[in-house]
């Protein structure tokens, strides 16, 4: 069978809640392989939901229907302050990705006490502002992002992010809205362990088949090498 983008391949999917140090309960769900353990986990953060985005973005709706079969990923989604879903509602109200530090942090929390293995941080868009400001924790491997804008995180943020050591991935569209690859080689040149991939023909949406695999696959490519490169069929 070829994969396809309504693919759902087998996984345990869990609905899950959050609560965050300002008390607000937040909702996503965590993708698990079916019946072995992961071998690592994806923590997602999504794009700008006063735009659109939420935990049911395509490119993570797709990771989550995919990778637990495929790669042997666990992946955890959830809404943001404010943000709904066909799971509901979180709690709280959209603040800039100011209070949503402490989201980031609730999900960190969540996967380090469900003893979630090697979480790397995802962020797409508005998510990427996220990783790079509030991802700093001990317990992430490392981050990727997919179409980084650099609006709200600063040079600031990328030199604590150099400090912090972590590998950083930026996969960014060579059409893209807010930054193309030969700006964002010279902002990311901060970070010495970061690495710009551009990827020829993209967007900032990343619509369509052939850019969606490319995007897991470069995530796959990080996190876990040995299930590289993906198949397209099962």
Do not use: C
């Amino acid at each position: 069978m070829e994969i396809r983008a309504a693919t759902v391949l087998p996984a345990r999917r869990e609905p899950i809640e959050l609560h965050t140090a300002d008390d607000l309960t937040l909702v996503g769900e965590l993708a698990l392989p079916a019946d072995r353990p992961p071998v690592a986990t994806l923590v997602t953060l999504h794009p700008l939901p006063t735009h659109g985005g939420f935990m049911d973005s395509h490119l993570y709706k797709k990771a989550a229907n995919r990778l637990p079969a495929l790669a042997d990923l666990a992946v955890l989604r959830f809404n943001t302050r404010g943000t709904s879903s066909e799971r509901g509602t979180s709690g709280g109200a959209f603040d800039r990705g100011e209070g949503e530090r402490y989201d980031v942090a609730a999900a960190l929390e969540y996967a380090e006490f469900h003893d979630l293995p090697k979480v790397w941080v995802v962020g797409w868009s508005f998510g990427t502002e996220l990783a790079l400001k509030w991802a700093h924790d001990p317990l992430v491997q490392g981050a990727i992002l997919l179409s980084p804008p650099l609006h709200r995180a600063t040079d600031d943020d990328l030199d604590a992010w150099a400090a912090f050591g972590r590998p950083l991935t930026a996969l960014v569209p060579e059409f893209d809205d807010y930054l193309r690859p030969e700006e964002a080689r010279k902002r990311f040149a901060r970070v010495p362990q970061a690495e710009v991939v551009g990827v020829d023909g993209a967007k900032h949406l990343w619509v369509g088949e052939p850019y969606v695999r490319i995007v897991l696959d470069e995530i796959v490519k990080r996190v876990n090498p040995a299930a590289y490169p993906l198949p397209t069929e099962v």
